[in-house]
T-cell receptor
Framework: EPEVTQTPSHQVTQMGQEVILRCVPI?????FYWYRQILGQKVEFLVS????????KSEIFDDQFSVERPDGSNFTLKIRSTKLEDSAMYFC???????????????FGQGTRLTVV | GQQLNQSPQSMFIQEGEDVSMNCTSS?????WLWYKQDPGEGPVLLIA?????ELTSNGRLTAQFGITRKDSFLNISASIPSDVGIYFC???????????????FGQGTILTVHP
């Protein structure tokens, strides 16, 4: 069964360093997302990406964050200068299209646990 | 922004018992979804609801989309140990316009099932 894959599963970084979280969405999907989940809290939307551009972003997604689809398969989230409060589980998700309409189900990856020290 | 309030925050039940959890929103959603998250995993979709008043079942799971489009509940009947996990409600506006499928999640209900 096709799945969304994320690497690495766990990343530890020093405050102020740049990190890149990587995702390979399901191959024929067209809508891509990043969400984050701070330990013990709810899943929060960061950004959606469609047609090679950001379609929507939350107030969390400030200038320190950026996303890219550098080739036909990867979708990355970059945090330019990490802060302690960026420590969280980051989930990538993707959706397909059926009959010209976006599918309801978003498939989530297993997440990358980012720890900023 | 839109807020979802999910309750209860946690539940401890005996195997075989039924479970009910619900979600209310400050604003309308066009689609309600229920997800389950196992430890170390991403959320997995359990049930999607598309119309106000809709009642949908998936095995031992039953969910309803409230008439006002501002609430939803999820019932699990005859719980088993593998039902353990965190259950999230999520609201979504339809695609088109300014929505590209952004999900707004509730805070989650932690379910523990004692054998």
């Amino acid at each position: 069964e096709p799945e969304v894959t994320q690497t690495p599963s766990h990343q530890v970084t020093q405050m102020g360093q740049e990190v890149i979280l990587r995702c390979v969405p399901i191959s024929n999907h067209l809508y891509f997302y990043w969400y984050r989940q701070i330990l013990g809290q709810k899943v929060e939307f960061l950004v959606s990406f469609y047609n090679n551009e950001i379609s929507e972003k939350s107030e969390i997604f400030d200038d320190q964050f950026s996303v890219e689809r550098p080739d036909g398969s990867n979708f990355t989230l970059k945090i330019r200068s990490t802060k302690l409060e960026d420590s969280a589980m980051y989930f990538c998700a993707s959706r397909g299209l059926t009959g010209g309409k976006m599918n309801t189900e978003a498939f989530f990856g297993q997440g990358t646990r980012l720890t900023v020290v | 922004g839109q807020q979802l309030n999910q309750s209860p925050q946690s539940m401890f039940i005996q195997e075989g018992e039924d479970v009910s959890m619900n979600c209310t929103s400050s604003s309308i959603f066009n689609t309600w979804l229920w997800y389950k998250q196992d430890p170390g995993e991403g959320p997995v979709l359990l049930i999607a609801l598309y119309k106000a008043g809709e009642l949908t079942s998936n095995g031992r799971l039953t969910a309803q989309f409230g008439i006002t489009r501002k609430d939803s509940f999820l019932n699990i009947s005859a719980s088993i140990p593998s039902d353990v996990g965190i259950y999230f409600c999520a609201g979504q506006l339809n695609a088109g316009g300014t929505s590209y499928g952004k999900l707004t999640f509730g805070q989650g209900t932690i379910l523990t099932v004692h054998p």
